[in-house]
């Protein structure tokens, strides 16, 4: 079954405390990306990847950081979390080579950061 | 640039009623575009996309878009609405000229499905 497959579905950190949450898909897709979910603002772009080892920043990549060191796995670093960026986060893939296919969703990282 | 945009935060119908939800896109080319719903506590699936073709797509849980080049819009519709059908539902556009192929989402639009 095609999935991607987000850990945890939920975490409760303390600020300044690093934090790693992975994303994995089992579609051999070209292109992962995280976004951040927000009452009123929608989905917002972290940061993307279209290939290994090749990433870039999305629309607020401030405070996370990512790697793409195999195809399957982009997981999302927070080195220092702070209280304003509990959210809720997705990881996508989609593939690269048929730029008319739809996207695959995680199930969600639901952070909240004290 | 790509972008897209809906302009209701919420839409309210009552069940049996007709939907729309509406989305209008900004592309340089010919654009690909993507709905997809989100309930509760989940991820965003899939509905519909148009590619090329007939302007009337349609989807699952008996949904269809109309895509209208002229308006540069992509209006969600379903003939009648049921409560089941109460999620958030964003519409994403790719434009397949520019180098990324990474999808710019809407905001969202809230369907509330009323009894």
């Known amino acids: 079954e095609a999935q991607v497959t987000q850990n945890p579905r939920y975490l409760i950190t303390v600020t300044g405390k690093k934090l790693t949450v992975t994303c994995s898909q089992n579609?051999?897709?070209?292109?992962m990306s995280w976004y951040r979910q927000d009452p009123g603002l929608g989905l917002r772009q972290i940061y993307y990847?279209?290939?290994?080892?090749?990433?870039d920043k999305g629309d607020v990549p401030e405070g996370y950081k990512v790697s793409r060191k195999e195809k399957r796995n982009f997981p999302l670093i927070l080195e220092s979390p702070s209280p304003n960026q509990t959210s809720l986060y997705f990881c996508?893939?989609?593939?690269?080579?048929?730029?008319?296919?739809?996207?695959?969703f995680g199930q969600g990282t639901r952070l909240t950061v004290v | 640039a790509q972008s897209v945009a809906q302009p209701e935060d919420q839409v309210n119908v009552a069940e049996g009623n007709p939907l729309t939800v509406k989305c209008t896109y900004s592309?340089?080319?010919?654009?690909?575009l993507f709905w997809y719903v989100q309930y509760p506590n989940r991820g965003l699936q899939f509905l519909l996309k148009?590619?090329?073709?007939?302007?009337l797509v349609k989807g699952s849980y008996g949904f269809e878009a109309e895509f209208n080049k002229s308006q540069t819009s992509f209006h969600l519709k379903k003939p009648s609405a049921l409560v089941s059908d109460s999620a958030l539902y964003f519409c994403?556009?790719?434009?397949?000229?520019?180098?990324?192929?990474?999808?710019?989402f809407g905001r969202g639009t809230s369907l509330i499905v009323h009894p």
């Open positions: 996508a893939s989609l593939s690269g080579g048929h730029p008319n296919t739809e996207a695959f």
């Open positions: 579609m051999n897709h070209e292109y």
């Open positions: 990847s279209m290939n290994v080892e090749v990433t």
């Open positions: 592309v340089s080319g010919n654009p690909y």
């Open positions: 148009y590619i090329t073709g007939d302007n």
């Open positions: 994403a556009v790719r434009d397949p000229t520019g180098g990324s192929y990474i999808p710019t």
